[in-house]
T-cell receptor, first 115, second 113 residues
């Protein structure tokens, strides 16, 4: 079974600064997908960024980028130029590319952006 | 607008009562999911379904039941066998055509009276 670990329950960052959220996972699969989802205080979950394991290039979406280290099974999220609207819970998630589409989530990191 | 609709937003259950949470999507997604969210425990998978009339147990299926009679609908019943049902419940859907990204509903908060 796959496991996803987020070791930082809470983090804070000053507005306009950069912060990195950690995620590690455990799998014996070679092909899979990794995601970061954001849950703001409204509790509406939305996708932040997605990475396919077979792609070596790290995914980027505007101020959000990942550091994907397949051998180390690490998938960290970097938020640049942090904004107040980035305050939220962030969840790392894992999905196998084949078979049943079961998604495994980490326990989340609560990020507070300080003005 | 396409999306996922969960209802009701708040639900109260009496002792020994079964309650059903609704989840409807008009995204034409094949897969649908139910998650339970408790403080400090992230999202835990209850049930998921990849096609109509087929569904799989997730990690915490005991005390819950689902059906998938239509592609658009995936209701979750919290039975009286679920002794600690107070939680926030999220429904999601996805499809391989949109890169397996999960789209979530706004959630249902279930409390016990």
């Amino acid at each position: 079974a796959q496991t996803v670990t987020q070791s930082q329950p809470e983090m804070s960052v000053q507005e306009a600064e950069t912060v990195t959220l950690s995620c590690t996972y455990d799998t014996s699969e070679n092909n899979y997908y990794l995601f970061w989802y954001k849950q703001p205080p409204s509790r509406q979950m939305i996708l932040v960024i997605r990475q396919e394991a077979y792609k070596q290039q790290n995914a980027t979406e505007n101020r959000f980028s990942v550091n994907f280290q397949k051998a180390a099974k690490s998938f960290s999220l970097k938020i640049s130029d942090s904004q107040l609207g980035d305050t939220a819970m962030y969840f790392c998630a894992f999905l196998n590319s084949g078979g049943y589409q079961k998604v495994t989530f980490g326990t989340g990191t609560k990020l507070q952006v300080i003005p | 607008d396409g999306g996922i609709t969960q209802s009701p937003k708040y639900l109260f259950r009496k002792e020994g009562q079964n309650v059903t949470l609704s989840c409807e999507q008009n995204l034409n997604h094949d897969a649908m999911y139910w998650y339970r969210q408790d403080p400090g425990q992230g999202l835990r998978l209850i049930y998921y379904s990849q096609i109509v009339n087929d569904f799989q147990k997730g990690d915490i299926a005991e005390g819950y039941s689902v059906s998938r009679e239509k592609k658009e609908s995936f209701p979750l019943t919290v039975t009286s066998a679920q002794k600690n049902p107070t939680a926030f419940y999220l429904c999601a859907s996805s499809t391989r055509a949109t890169k397996n990204i999960q789209y979530f509903g706004a959630g249902t908060r279930l409390s016990v009276l």
